[in-house]
């Protein structure tokens, strides 16, 4: 029987570089992404399987009543949400897969897939949070409000989480390499060996 | 408060370079080791607290019924073992430790300190493990016989530890890669991390 792969949801609030650290950690171990669904309309040169699996509101909503969605949620007007199968299918092929979803999306995949390994990225620091929650300097007060509410929601919940990513000094090398000692680490769990012992005096 | 140091339990059976395996982890990163208490007498050239904290018989049954040890045996009439106050006092100043011991021992300690990080070394194959528990080809059946069992009792024990580190070909750099990686991973791990939500708002 072939090893089932590892899942890694990775969150973080704004300016955590978790973006940057995943799309390194890409690079550098392989790991299967995830194609979303959602119900709003494709954008020009967005390819259906690609970029979005593009589905009817209905159809969507007949996925979460069948349990078919990993995690969901509605964001002006639209679902958005990753389909389980996939994500199961390539698992059970032995590969690792990377979920780069918020807390709320995150702790969705968690109760359903309770083996997911959860990884909460860091902001360097309270500054650089807030630079990126205020923006470019455009943004209305109404909006810095509910990022840095959404920030600190997702701050609140990250004991949640199995490991925590701090991206110091933004060195997202540093913190790529510290997701690649947990999946390392993670691999040589004895739960996922048991198999090694009756082959060892085999 | 200072954070505490990491206890790390290496075990492992013959042929599984376990020895060397500790002695490239501790060139590589920084462990503290604990002196072991035995009643044998010192040999030329041992000196007190540094190969060996020598003492009496009944001051080490003593420490047993005391519970300062955190694991013992005993071996061709001399107790040896590990005396809990310094790996306590060096844990608590925030230094990593690591334990070279055999199960029994390992198993003893994990009891004793739960937080305890298990690593089980295995060697690299059935065939190695066999040359190395056949030895030179001197040993009588007995002394084969008596290895072998004690090899495969602590096989079975394996899945009391945490993590499988596995010395393929040999390869003593890469097992101690893995055995950094388990330390990295570890040190992430949000339980040990719950002070930096406090920090980070304020």
Redesign the interface.
């Known amino acids: 029987m072939k090893k089932k792969g590892l899942l890694f949801i990775i969150s973080g609030p704004a300016g955590s570089g978790k973006g940057t650290i995943v799309k390194r950690v890409r690079e550098l171990a392989e790991f299967d992404f995830s194609v979303s669904a959602t119900t709003r309309s494709p954008r020009p040169g967005e390819l259906e399987g690609v970029h979005y699996f593009f589905v009817g509101k209905q159809e969507f909503e007949e996925k979460i009543a069948a349990g078919e969605m990993l995690e969901y949620a509605e964001y002006v007007g639209n679902y958005y949400g990753t389909p389980k199968k996939p994500v199961e299918k390539a698992l059970s092929a032995g590969k690792n897969m990377i979920l780069d979803i918020d807390v709320q999306g995150a702790l969705q995949v968690k109760e359903k897939l309770p083996e997911a390994i959860m990884v ?1 990225v ?1 902001p360097p620091d ?1 500054a650089t949070l807030m630079r990126r929650i205020r923006g470019r300097g455009t943004e209305s007060p109404e909006i810095i409000d509910k990022r840095m509410q959404k920030a ?1 929601v997702e ?2 919940c ?2 949640q ?6 991206n110091r000094d933004n060195d997202v090398e540093n913190a790529a390499q ?1 997701v ?3 999946l ?3 691999t ?4 996922r ?2 198999d ?2 009756e082959h ?2 085999s």
């Open positions: 909460f860091l309270f600190r701050l609140e990250f004991d989480y199995d490991y925590i990513v701090t510290d690649l000692a947990i390392k680490a993670e040589l769990k004895t739960f060996n048991r090694i012992k060892f005096f």
